[in-house]
């Protein structure tokens, strides 16, 4: 007996259990250390006491035995196994036990013994909160970047649904995918796609990835990227599983991307303003097909070249001043006011224009200039100009040649006998008339003689003709 008793203390000291054996009537008999110390029993004399003898002894765990008393009676009444959670506070804190008790009776019925069993799941409760936690926020960010898992068995043929899958998919509680029903919801053209794919995917093993367009069981249409992996076993595929992501958004802002491209393109290209891209170093790195229009040069023949290339020399300055100006201003629009650059073939053009310095924006990190050829507007200013100061030489030579003769003029007229235009007095005047009238004669062709010298068109001898009448 002695012998079986150790072999029996030797084993229940192995197991990583609380080990209790209680009497039919509720006394301690064995119980191995792990039991000792969670009810602080080292030092006080425990064996044949009672749960309510202990309490008594040990103050400290009273509570505890006194847990003890009320869960050993539910598993009498119950005559069978009997699990329980139990908490025990020691100076490790508070500790969660699950108790199994299993009664043994009698013959006739009587209470025999309780042989309980203590198992320290503390810490797989904690990793079971944290995987739960971990799981509803996995659920919740799948939910929010709209991804479902799924999962179809090939052997039991059944497919299963993660629940963020099936809000997608906008289905009832009830609703059971099968292999037939989940094709529904894959619009035409796409819906053999997915079959060629499936199938590939069980013969061969071989994984995919498709982007396709879907719709839910209440009509709503979307896109989805769908990965697919395979499980073998012995050379057969069992079971397929993987995800689907609604991409919608992401399809929609691409085609609304291309369309903005397309549109930017057509307006690039067909725009008479040329426009440039220089890196920090002032390389041009991107122009467009106006650029030819203006400069004489092809799109491929300016890339690589600096302002030095195309600009008049004696522009540089400024142009200097302005690169300064722009590389201190990031996003600042700064005006390019009339500069000369140099034609392909050898004339000089005028441009205007701006430049932002764009180096700081990642989708762009160049400094974009657009200018637009406005040689003939210069031009014509600049005529404006020369024929504007002829105009003013010529109406100084008028009022200083003209007034003397003119003032004469009106000086005999006022002395002419109107009211006897027989008087001797008329002829003399009428003599003197003819000089100031020569001269006035004279002073008009030379004015219209030298607006012709000047290639003046008619219209300016008119408006000189004008000034003589007025």
């Given amino acids: 007996m002695d012998s079986n008793n150790a072999q029996l203390s030797a084993l229940i000291e192995a197991l990583p259990d609380a ?17 000792k110390s969670l009810f602080s ?31 050993d009676e539910t598993a009498w009444q119950a005559r069978q196994l009997t699990a329980f959670t139990e908490f025990i506070h020691d100076e490790q804190g508070t500790r969660e036990f699950l108790v199994r008790k299993i009664p043994l009776f009698h013959e006739d019925g009587t209470r025999k013994a309780l042989v309980i069993i203590g198992t320290d799941v ?10 739960k936690r971990t799981k509803k926020i996995l659920e919740k960010t799948l939910g929010l970047a709209r991804i479902g898992g799924w999962e179809a068995d090939f052997v039991q043929q059944t497919i299963s649904w993660h629940q963020s899958t099936r809000q997608m998919a906008e289905v009832e509680a009830d609703f059971v995918p099968t292999m037939d029903n989940i094709m529904d919801f894959y619009d035409d053209g796409y819906r053999e796609l997915m079959r060629e794919a499936i199938d590939k995917l069980r013969v061969t ?32 595929c069992v079971k397929m599983y993987g995800y689907l992501q609604d991409i919608t958004d992401r399809i929609e802002q691409d085609q609304k991307l291309k369309q903005s491209e397309i549109r930017f393109s057509h307006l690039v290209a067909n725009s008479s303003d040329a426009i440039v891209m220089q890196n920090e170093t002032g390389a041009i790195i991107y122009a467009s097909p106006a650029i030819e229009g203006i400069l004489g040069y092809s799109v491929e023949e300016v890339l690589g070249r600096t302002s030095s290339d195309v600009y008049d020399p004696q522009d540089m300055d400024q142009v200097q001043a302005r690169r300064k100006m722009v590389l201190a201003s990031p996003g600042a629009v700064v005006p390019i006011t009339v500069n000369r650059m140099r034609h392909k073939l050898g004339h000089t053009i005028y441009v205007e224009g701006t430049s932002t310095n764009l180096l700081h924006d990642e989708n762009i990190r160049a400094i974009v200039s657009t200018f637009r050829d406005v040689t003939k507007r210069v031009t014509t200013e600049l005529e404006l100009v020369d024929r504007n100061k002829q105009l003013e030489d010529i109406a100084a030579q008028f009022s200083h040649d003209v007034r003397g003769p003119l003032a004469t003029l009106l000086g005999l007229i006022q002395i002419f006998n109107h009211s006897n235009v027989t008087d001797p007095i008329n002829s003399e005047i009428m003599a003197k008339i003819l000089i100031p009238a020569s001269q006035l004669n004279h002073v008009i062709r030379s004015l219209v003689r030298k607006a012709n010298e000047e290639n003046r068109p008619d219209t300016d001898n008119n408006r000189i003709l004008d000034l003589i009448h007025r």
């Avoid at 080990?19 to 039991?35: E, S």
């Avoid at 006491?49 to 869960?71: F, G, M, R, W, Y």
């Avoid at 503390?122 to 995987?131: A, D, I, M, R, V």
Wanted: charged letters at 30%; one cysteine or more; glycine letters at 8%.
């Fill in 122 to 131: 503390t810490e797989s409760k904690k990793k079971e909160t944290e995987l």
């Fill in 205 to 236: 093993g071989a994984g995919f990835e498709l982007v396709v367009k879907m719709h839910s069981a209440k009509g709503r249409p979307y896109w989805a990227r769908i990965i697919a992996e395979a499980k073998m076993v012995n050379g057969q």
């Fill in 41 to 71: 029993l080292e030092k006080i004399d425990w064996v044949g006491k009672t749960d309510q003898e202990l309490s008594i002894l040990n103050p400290a765990c009273k509570s505890a035995h006194e847990v003890c008393i009320t869960d």
């Fill in 19 to 35: 080990i209790f054996f209680k009497d039919g009537a509720g006394r301690w008999l064995i119980t191995n250390h792990l039991a």
